[in-house]
């Protein structure tokens, strides 16, 4: 029996499965070469990554007093502008002891203006004690010369050497408490003395309080993490709530090390959020590189020194500013998932930022410079000052002109030859002329020590 002949088409059949091959292997080169071509002229020209996500500030509202609720004006997913009523505190403690405070400055008010009075007490006295000293110096001086007639007895010639030394020591004693008065006051006014100062600034710190029983936005945005109720009692430093502003918010992309070569600040971003698809661009510029990768500034860094390591590529934070309108027209929320594409063929921008930010960081003034407090704070001042208080008392120390007197022993002494006190009093209208006053005393180490009976106006004799 005879073998069939193979078929002559099978020699064909190779032919045209390699002319195939070859085809395919050609059009896997072309576009290779293709591919090639397009990465090395304009995809290697561009970073992208899908480890961006929207951030933004998380502005706290907190109480800086202790108080309880009494109204809440807002609620989640609100928005807010910036200095708007957020919530208000009970006032009733607050207005207390700013009423507290207001009394306690009228009242430290009036005990200054009691010693720039006491003042022109003591100058008083010390001028009908002198008047006395010198009654009772010219009364011993005329019992000295009826002594040697023997028309007085030495008895009565002591007694007047005691009351010349009593009136000495008086005056010396009330000279000495008008010092201590002025020292009280010398060199300010009622206004500017440190009791009153003091007393002012109590009120400011009560008034600050009061004001911060409401508690405004600080920033414009969304309402958030709402965590306080009506009638809840709040203490200083709580978290009551937050205010995200959302025109203000940027993206944080994270790239591997590997990609960070050419990435400067300025160049050019593509932005799709999740939340509106492919069919929204987001445009906006590369604003800085963080200071460090995700990892090291992680809660548990990595030990890279200790145990078995193993290379890992870490990734840095990269802050993106977008566009401030299309952010108004398509607004984006903390946290969102985002697809980041940096243009990195402009390499001439600078590795460090100096803004990274469309808006400056919000500020707010300080509430301690409240006009109406101070104007407040000198209408107390005004009305408790009296009409014709004195704005200064200054003590000045002369050289008085020669004068004799007699001491206990018949001898005469230059006592007038000590030092003179003034004291100046000028009015707080500065329209109003004060006179000076001028204080002799005598020296108060030549006198032997009396007491004063400061409350009768007396000296005492020991």
């Not at 078929?7 to 293709?34: D, K, M, Q």
């Not at 996500?53 to 609720?69: I, L």
């Not at 405070?101 to 005990?111: F, S, T």
């Not at 003034?422 to 032997?448: E, F, H, R, T």
């Amino acid at each position: 029996m005879s073998t069939p002949n193979p078929p002559a088409s099978a020699p064909s059949n190779n032919g045209t499965r390699r002319r195939a091959f070859l085809i395919l292997g050609a059009v896997v080169v072309v576009c290779g070469l293709a591919y090639l071509a397009y990465w090395l002229l304009y995809a290697s020209n561009f970073e992208s990554t899908d480890d961006a996500y929207v951030n933004g500030d998380v502005v706290q509202v907190t109480s800086e007093v202790p108080g309880t609720v009494i109204a809440l004006h807002i609620d989640d997913t609100q928005t807010v502008t910036a200095g708007q009523p957020l919530l208000e505190l009970d006032p009733a403690d607050a207005e207390v002891a700013e009423a507290n405070a207001e009394a306690d400055l009228a009242r430290a008010v009036r005990q200054v203006r009691g010693l720039f009075a006491q003042g022109d007490q003591l100058r008083a006295q010390i001028d009908q004690r002198q008047q006395a000293l010198r009654t009772a110096e010219e009364d011993l001086k005329r019992r000295q010369g009826l002594l040697a007639d023997g028309a007085i007895s030495g008895e009565e010639l002591s007694h007047a050497r005691d009351n010349v030394t009593s009136m000495r020591a008086a005056v010396a004693a009330a000279d000495e408490q008008l010092s201590q008065t002025v020292a009280q006051v010398d060199g300010t006014t009622i206004a500017d003395h440190p009791q009153v100062l003091a007393a002012a600034a109590a009120v400011r710190n009560a008034a600050l309080a009061l004001r911060r029983t409401q508690l405004n936005a600080p920033v414009g945005g969304v309402v958030a993490k709402r965590s306080v109720q009506v009638g809840q009692r709040v203490a200083a430093g709580t978290p009551l709530l937050a205010v995200v502003p959302l025109d203000d918010v940027w993206i944080d992309a994270n790239f591997k090390e590997v990609q960070l070569s050419r990435m400067r600040t300025g160049q050019p971003v593509t932005v799709h959020a999740d939340l509106y698809g492919g069919g929204v661009d987001f445009h906006g510029r590369l604003a800085g590189l963080s200071a460090g990768s995700g990892s090291a500034f992680a809660l548990l860094p990595a030990q890279n020194a200790s145990g078995n390591w193993i290379k890992i590529v870490q990734r840095v934070p990269v802050r993106i500013l977008l566009d401030p309108q299309e952010l108004k027209n398509h607004p984006l929320r903390v946290g969102l998932s985002t697809t980041v594409r940096i243009d990195v063929r402009d390499v001439s921008g600078p590795l460090v930022a100096t803004a990274v930010r469309n808006t400056p960081q919000p500020t707010q003034e300080s509430v301690g410079d409240d006009p109406a407090v101070s104007a407040r704070i000198a209408r107390i001042i005004a009305d408790n000052a009296g009409p014709q208080a004195p704005a200064k008392m200054r003590s000045q120390r002369s050289d008085s002109g020669p004068a004799t007197h007699s001491d206990s022993r018949g001898e005469t002494s230059s006592d007038d030859s000590a030092r003179q006190r003034s004291v100046i009093g000028k009015s707080a209208d500065k329209s109003a002329d004060k006179s000076l006053a001028s204080i002799a005393y005598l020296s108060p180490s030549s006198m032997p020590g009396l007491t004063l009976d400061t409350h009768m106006g007396a000296a005492t004799q020991p």
